[in-house]
């Protein structure tokens, strides 16, 4: 069995930033791209920024651009969003999840199967 695991989330006020870690267990990371999705309430579970398996490549939807950053620590089976000038429009439920294809094509439809409990960020004045 393995799982993924979604940390750092909080209540931040506009303009703020947080950073979230993606820990894997029970299997290598490093062999999969890896996306960040979201969810809002009312609202569908939308792609926001995936990497590639060592890094080199990276795709972000077009409303975190300049904002957001995707990084990756294979050595620490872990992957991380960095969010940055944040809006009360990121408001959502952020999952991560691993997939076969690349970061463009990940992040473009939310993949079908298991998601863990996501964790929830809040931007709120």
Do not use: H
Request: glycine share 12%; charged share 15%; hydrophobic share 30%.
């Amino acid at each position: 069995q393995w799982q993924l695991v979604e940390s750092g989330g909080g209540l931040v006020q506009p303009g703020g930033s947080l950073r979230l870690s993606c820990a894997a267990s029970g299997f290598t990371l490093d062999r999969f791209t890896v996306g960040w999705y979201r969810q809002a309430p009312g609202k569908e579970r939308e792609g926001v920024s995936c990497i590639s398996t060592l890094g080199e490549f990276t795709y972000y939807t077009d409303s975190v651009k300049g904002r957001f950053t995707i990084s990756r620590d294979n050595a620490r089976n872990t992957v991380y969003l960095q969010m940055n000038s944040l809006k009360p429009e990121d408001t959502a439920t952020y999952y991560c999840a691993p997939g076969n294809v690349p970061p463009q094509d990940m992040c473009a439809k939310v993949p079908f199967g298991s998601w863990g409990q996501g964790t929830q960020v809040t931007v709120s004045s």
